[in-house]
């Protein structure tokens, strides 16, 4: 009996989240969606006001974590969510906060 390999191909993606993103919970929020999803990575505020990410994980993970982006925290008004293709950075291996 042959045993079949499932191999689940990591992505990359940098992320910048516009609205009213600041000072509204959401790079914790992030976190805890991306640790629930297995999703690694980095959040950090940006000095243009928006919110920047760099997450990585399988392709159907990242498209869910993407999706919640659009809504955020509740305090949140999210008024664009841009995307940019990265390089998988293998050293990462949680999701922290910057």
Known sequence: MAIKAVV???IALHISIYGRVQAVGFRNWMKKNAEKKGVFGWVRNASDGSV?????????????????CWEGPDLADVEDVLTQDA????????????
């Open 87 to 98: 390089n998988v950075d293998e050293s990462i291996d949680s999701f922290d906060i910057h």
């Open 52 to 68: 920047e990410a760099f997450i990585q994980g399988e392709d159907e993970t990242l498209n869910d974590l993407l999706a919640l």
């Open 8 to 10: 689940r191909l990591m």
